[in-house]
């Protein structure tokens, strides 16, 4: 075991955070959640692995903010405790031996348009997870069925989201197989397939093409537009089709090795 019998008990609800804590994360709340959350389940316990940049390329002002109010609170080492960073091979035997995972954030623009990657490792482990919302991955855990999300900087709301999760073990299970289920779906086969299928086939959206100068058109279009627009010849499709199987085969390196070739001949 990694916590189970020496950091925590064998049998305590464990909240884990698995993650550093930089500025724009907001353990902070968390820590402030964390009296109510004793108050109704006393044995519960919070984990934060990880905590400062390993290699110092973020501020470590909030973590040690958050350290001290966990200090102030009279938590550490009793209820909350802080860890190193473990090797990331051992990440699954920390989502085994937790029962939720918490990571919570404030209100940005980039907390809204970043993808949260260690969620979605989190999902690959069948962990229930509790995460602020506006972003595009906690409205997928929660229309999904694998955890919950919390308006930002809301310590009431995240408190009252653990426990009903630690408390209540059908809800817990029926959250980690749902993760199981979308983790298995987000494959990067399954995730970039859109984008695959439209280089294969690109358009020119309806409005830029209706709007557009034809200098920006051409910038980005398919390859029939493209011709139409520059008054030439489209290319010959077994010519692309040849330059798909060197690039295949030979890479990038190949198609430019190739094309100078092609051109250098007289």
């Not at 905590?51 to 110092?56: A, T, Y």
């Not at 520059?230 to 040849?242: C, H, N, R």
Request: charged share 25%; aromatic share 8%.
């Amino acid at each position: 075991t990694v916590m189970r019998g020496s950091l925590v008990g064998e049998d305590d609800p464990v909240i884990l955070w698995f993650s550093g804590i930089y500025p724009w994360f907001d353990a902070y709340t968390l820590i402030e959640a964390m009296p109510s959350v004793i108050e109704r389940l006393p044995a519960a316990k919070l984990v934060v692995m990880g905590g400062v940049h390993p290699r110092g390329h973020a501020p470590d002002e909030e973590y040690r903010k958050t350290v001290r109010r966990a200090e102030e609170l009279g938590l550490v080492d009793k209820n909350v405790f802080f860890t190193e960073w473990r090797p990331y091979e051992e990440r699954a035997d920390w989502y085994l031996e937790s029962d939720v995972a918490v990571t919570t954030h404030k209100e940005s623009l980039e907390t809204a348009l970043s993808h949260r990657t260690r969620v979605i490792d989190f999902l690959w482990g069948g962990l229930p997870a509790i995460t602020s919302s506006g972003d595009a991955v906690g409205e997928m855990l929660v229309d999904r069925g694998c955890g919950l999300t919390v308006p930002p900087g809301d310590v009431g709301a995240l408190a009252d989201s653990i426990v009903s999760v630690l408390d209540d073990a059908k809800t817990r299970e029926e959250m980690g197989q749902a993760a199981r289920a979308l983790a298995a779906e987000l494959t990067w086969k399954n995730v970039i397939k859109p984008l695959a299928d439209f280089c294969a086939d690109p358009w020119l959206a309806p409005d830029r093409l209706a709007d557009a100068p034809s200098e920006l058109a051409v910038a980005v279009d398919t390859l029939a537009e493209h011709s139409r627009l520059l008054g030439v010849a489209a290319p010959d499709p077994s010519t692309l089709s040849k330059l798909k199987n060197v690039y295949q085969t030979e890479g990038m390196r190949g198609v430019i090795s190739r094309s100078m070739k092609k051109v250098s001949k007289p």
